[in-house]
């Protein structure tokens, strides 16, 4: 289990030791073959801002290579905000009060249909964390309904036990997203208030459980805005280089998430700049090439233009992040306010006019024996 891994690590020591990274280190990390944890450090720490250019190129050169000038879109479909749970920087914390509302599976179906007539082959289910209402039974048959449409389902929902993912992927889901959100035990503490996730070790045995459930792939990453995001993605990597190794046929995404605005939230205690914040996704990218790099709409219409050369390979577009948001219920309370609000094709237009193609299912569309193409 990752947790025997990270009982043996320190907090304070590791961002010291990210914070007193050197310029020396950072060229080491830059030009060596086999790109280390302690690279990755470097990669992450402020000696490597000066080098921030040289990274973006590198970044982008070891992006194109691998993944050719494609984007993959995705559309997140909220199903419920109901949630037993408090999380204080989350709009669907229990003890907000918002009408609570869970899709049907008529309403299920009436947003699919929007979603697919938009062009989407590539679905992410979201909802808040309500065992009752939205447990297993419920996602089950949200799989069903969907997956003749969607060849590429994805969960982002509660952590679940070992048997209930081996359910779900018998039922034809491909991913499931699951973000600690922060390494940081105490902070983890000081912001799941109430509920089943306040139990930090249960979160962070979650992708194991889902290893051994066989899923296709798992997507990281952390809140940023909780703790240092330089600490907490060195511990992302930690946990990525575990998972990596012992489930080894899984694939793996990161994602980036800043804290943004929602009713009755906390400021950040930390804020990442744009610049920060491409530093981090080049760092990701040249410490592992094959990752997939996802950036959602919670980023601004210029900064995810600018992004899409610099390594991410994943977008959402046109989201809402309500249950209904689409078709059903427009007015519902958000899980958070959504910073770029073009719809779908003003993103794909975007796409393409920076040179790019959107991909709306998989890699399986994608040819890898010639990714200039
Ligand atoms: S972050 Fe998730 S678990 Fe926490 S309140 Fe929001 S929906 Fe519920």
Redesign the pocket.
Known sequence: MFREVFDTYDWDNTLSSIYTKTANDVERALNSRQKTLEDFKALLSPAAVPYLETMAQMSHAITQKRFGKTIQLYAPMYVS?E?????N??????D?KLKRRTLSGIEIVQEAAYLKAKGFRHILV?????EKTVGLDYFVKTIQLLRNDFPNISLEV?PLEEDEYRVLVSEGLYAILVYQ?TYHKDRYRDH?LK???SNFYYRLDTPDRLGRAGIHKIGLGVLIGLEDWRTDNFFTALHLNYLEKHYWQTKYSISFPRLRPAEGLIEPKVVISDKELVQLICAWRIFNEELELSISTRESESFRNNIIKLGVTTMSAGSRTNPGGYTVEEETLE?FEINDERDVDAVRDMISQSGYKAVWKDWDEFVFANPTA
């Open positions: 905000n949630c037993q749970n408090i999380c920087y989350c709009g669907f914390s229990f907000n979201v909802s808040g964390e309500a509660q959100e799941h509920g089943r996730k899980q």
